[in-house]
C-alpha cells in the first residue's frame, strides 16, 4: 500500500532545452514532490501547437524535455511521465469541458491577453480554449494538488471553477477540485533583469549547455542598475544575480557577498563569476546523467510510451465516470 499523502499533475511545454527558469522554477520541485506525492507530469505538446506555427522540431523538443526531466531526477518507475497527445481522453474531457465554459471568462484570463498580445497575427481557437485543455489535463488524473508559479494561480483557479460548474450541472462529484501548491522560487528572471527567463526572449541560461557558455551568458546578467561604477556601493535587494546566489549558493558564500557588495567590496564581475562557478557546479550532476541517458534514446521514448500507457488506464477510468454523469451512449 502506498505511503503517499494525495495525487499531484504538472504539464511542461516541450521547447526543447530546459533553461534555469523551468529547472528553478518547475523541475527541481517536480522532483521533491515524488517523495510525498503520486505524481503525473506531462510534456504538453497539444499546448506547444497554441503559440508554434512550425512543428518541425517538435518531436525532438519533447525528446529533450524527457532528458532533462529524466536527467534531474524524474523517477519512472514510480512516477508517469508521457506525453500529453499520447493520451486522446484528454482532448474528449476538453470538449465536453468546454460546454460549461462562458467564451467570456476565456478572453478575460490574463494569460490569453498576453499571448494575443506577443502573436496578434496567430489568435487561434486552441489559444482561447488553452486554459479548458489544461483544465482537462489536471482533472482527468483525479489530482489532488497542481505545483505552479504564482503567474499560474489564475489558471488553477479556473479550473477550480469548470470542476464546480461540470459537477453542478450534472449532478455529480465525479471531477475533484485541485488545490494550487506554489513553487520555492515563483518566477525567475532573465539576463536582462526585466522579463521572466524565456527562449523566446533570447534571455535564458539553458542548464544543459557547456560550462563556457553558461559562463559567457551569466556574464552578461543585468545587476544593479545604480552601480555604474565599481567603487559605487551596490544593493542586493534589486540584484538579479544575487537573487540566484541566493538559491544556488551556499549560504556563508551568499552572506559575504551581500555584506561586500553594499560596500563597494567586491565587483559585479566578480559577483557574477563566482556565480558562474556555482551555477556551473550545481550543474554537474544534472549534464553527467543527461549524457548518459542520451546514448541510448529508445529507452527515453520507452520512458514514455510506458507513462502513457499507465496514464491512459487512469484517464480512460474518469472518463467512463464523466460520460456517466453526463449521460453520453
Excluded at 470538449?95 to 498576453?114: A, H, N, R, W, Y
Aim: hydrophobic content about 40%; charged content about 25%.
Amino acid at each position: 500500500m502506498s505511503s503517499k499523502i494525495g495525487h499531484v499533475f504538472s504539464g511542461i511545454r516541450p521547447t526543447g532545452h530546459s533553461h534555469l527558469g523551468n529547472y528553478l522554477g518547475a523541475i527541481k520541485n517536480y522532483v521533491a514532490l515524488q517523495d510525498e506525492y503520486e505524481c503525473v507530469y506531462c510534456i504538453v505538446d497539444l499546448h506547444a501547437l497554441t503559440t508554434v506555427e512550425d512543428t518541425l522540431d517538435l518531436r525532438q523538443n519533447t525528446y529533450e524535455m524527457a532528458l532533462d526531466l529524466l536527467a534531474a531526477g524524474i523517477r519512472p518507475e514510480e512516477t508517469i511521465l508521457f506525453v500529453q497527445s499520447h493520451v486522446p481522453q484528454v482532448t474528449e474531457l476538453h470538449t465536453i469541458l468546454s460546454m460549461v465554459t462562458p467564451i467570456g471568462k476565456l478572453t478575460d484570463l490574463p494569460t490569453f491577453k498576453e499571448k494575443a498580445r506577443q502573436q496578434p497575427h496567430n489568435v487561434n481557437y486552441g489559444l482561447v480554449g488553452y486554459p479548458v485543455l489544461m483544465a482537462a489535463d489536471i482533472v482527468l488524473y483525479k489530482t489532488d494538488i497542481v505545483p505552479v508559479g504564482v503567474d499560474q494561480a489564475a489558471h488553477i483557479e479556473f479550473t477550480r471553477e469548470v470542476v464546480r460548474s461540470f459537477n453542478y450541472r450534472y449532478n455529480t462529484n465525479v471531477l475533484i477540485e485541485p488545490q494550487m501548491k506554489n513553487t520555492e522560487v515563483p518566477k525567475v528572471l532573465g539576463i536582462d533583469g526585466k522579463e521572466k527567463m524565456s527562449k523566446s526572449l533570447d534571455n535564458h541560461i539553458e542548464i544543459a549547455a557547456m560550462p563556457e557558455e553558461t559562463r559567457q551568458r551569466v556574464m552578461m546578467m543585468v545587476t544593479d542598475p545604480q552601480r555604474v561604477k565599481r567603487s559605487d556601493p551596490g544593493n542586493p535587494d534589486v540584484c538579479n544575480v544575487f537573487s540566484l546566489h541566493m538559491i544556488l549558493t551556499p549560504a556563508e558564500d551568499a552572506a559575504m557577498i551581500n555584506v561586500e557588495c553594499r560596500r563597494a567590496g567586491i565587483g559585479c564581475v566578480d559577483c557574477k563569476k563566482l556565480f558562474a562557478g556555482n551555477l556551473n557546479k550545481a550543474l554537474e550532476p544534472f549534464r553527467a546523467r543527461r549524457a548518459d541517458l542520451a546514448q541510448n534514446p529508445t529507452a527515453v521514448w520507452d520512458v514514455l510510451h510506458n507513462g502513457s500507457r499507465r496514464a491512459r488506464t487512469i484517464a480512460e477510468q474518469t472518463m467512463v465516470e464523466v460520460r456517466e454523469a453526463v449521460g453520453l451512449p
